[in-house]
Antibody, heavy 118, light 110 residues
Framework: QVQLQESGPGLVKPSETLSLTCTVS????????WSWIRQPPGKGLEWIGY???????NYNPSLKSRVTISVDTSKNQISLKLSSVTAADTAVYYC????????????WGQGTLVTVSS | QSVLTQPPSVSAAPGQKVTISCSGS????????VSWYQQLPGTAPKLLIY???RRPSGIPDRFSGSKSGASATLGITGLQTGDEADYYC???????????FGGGTKLTVL
């Protein structure tokens, strides 16, 4: 059974960089799409970006200038960095994926709330 | 404003059937697979339907998906109180080069 676990600081100061890690257990991250998706409190889902296979990444155009997604295959981890954060970036951040179609997220982490505040 | 349009809410009585629509365009639903997700209160979304109409293992056949042109529909029969949740459609948008989601539909089982 594939399981995903997000980890990282729950509080980030404005203008700083949000950094999260997703550890995948029970399966390999190779050859599948892995996305970061966020959900502001009380709102809908917003896709941030994906990492696929051997280094193929794609980001939400509205966040592209601030986002980096990378993978450490030796640790089965997917990382997210979002720079220059503001209060609008406050959200539950989910790691999701495991599918061969980019918009099909077979597996989801439990999510981690990141609050941007001084 | 989401690129995919869903009704904000739907409701029906236990045992009844409900459908949730997801309307898009040729750059997204019209030419790409649609997935549906169920988000129970306080939990992460869960994959219900993929490739327009396929159910992952463990999803009961009370849940079904269909697609026609640039619109997709999620159907739920034999409604149970445990089905109360937010439902999201999602797909790839070839023009935006991005995964997009509908705004979500809150299902209330009266």
């Amino acid at each position: 059974q594939v399981q995903l676990q997000e980890s990282g600081p729950g509080l980030v100061k404005p203008s700083e960089t949000l950094s999260l890690t997703c550890t995948v257990s029970g399966g390999s991250i190779s050859s599948f799409y892995w996305s970061w998706i966020r959900q502001p409190p009380g709102k809908g889902l917003e896709w941030i970006g994906y990492f696929y296979n051997t280094g193929n990444t794609n980001y939400n155009p509205s966040l592209k200038s601030r986002v980096t997604i990378s993978v450490d295959t030796s640790k089965n981890q997917i990382s997210l960095k979002l720079s220059s954060v503001t209060a609008a970036d406050t959200a539950v951040y989910y790691c999701a994926g495991g599918g061969v179609v980019v918009a099909t997220c077979d597996y989801w982490g439990q999510g981690t709330l990141v609050t941007v505040s001084s | 404003q989401s690129v995919l349009t869903q009704p904000p809410s739907v409701s029906a009585a236990p045992g009844q059937k409900v459908t949730i629509s997801c309307s898009g365009s040729s750059s997204n639903i019209g030419n790409n697979y649609v997935s549906w997700y169920q988000q129970l209160p306080g939990t992460a979304p869960k994959l219900l339907i993929y490739d327009n109409d396929r159910r992952p293992s463990g999803i009961p056949d009370r849940f079904s998906g269909s697609k026609s042109g640039a619109s997709a529909t999620l159907g739920i029969t034999g409604l149970q109180t445990g089905d109360e949740a937010d439902y999201y459609c999602g797909t790839w948008d070839s023009s935006l080069s991005a995964v997009i989601f509908g705004g979500g539909t809150k299902l209330t089982v009266l």
